[in-house]
């Protein structure tokens, strides 16, 4: 299974929304939302939109998924690639790594 994901905001913070899809092997669809989040910055939209992601996968008992995002502050954080600094992204990667628990997950 493929998931993908990306947020993003007008103004840095601003409005913001964040989508995400899962796809199957066979290319289809098999769920996908896009929400408004309110105001936040763009890298809380790019996690928020991870964690609907992964909601949904845990939802559907996906024991395997291969996630693509172009947030490189995300994907680099959440894969320890990189220092977390500031505290709320810091809560938000703790969502994220308790939601791929159980999970074999993949980041680009």
């Known amino acids: 299974m493929k998931g993908y994901f990306d ?6 913070p601003g409005s913001a929304g ?6 199957n092997d066979a290319g289809e669809i ?3 939302t896009a929400r ?3 105001t936040k910055t763009n890298n ?7 964690i609907l992601l992964l909601k949904a996968a845990r939802e ?10 172009d947030s490189k502050l995300v994907v680099s954080q959440v894969s320890r690639q990189w220092k977390i ?3 709320h992204l810091r ?10 628990d159980g999970i074999d997950v993949s980041l680009e």
């Open 91 to 100: 809560t938000l990667a703790k969502e994220v790594w308790e939601l791929m």
């Open 7 to 12: 947020g993003a905001s007008r103004g840095n």
């Open 36 to 38: 408004f989040l309110g």
């Open 44 to 50: 809380e939209a790019e996690y928020n939109a991870l």
């Open 85 to 87: 600094n500031l505290p």
């Open 30 to 32: 098999v769920w996908e």
């Open 18 to 23: 964040a989508g995400a899809l899962l796809v």
């Open 60 to 69: 559907r008992n996906i024991k395997e998924l291969k996630v693509y995002g």
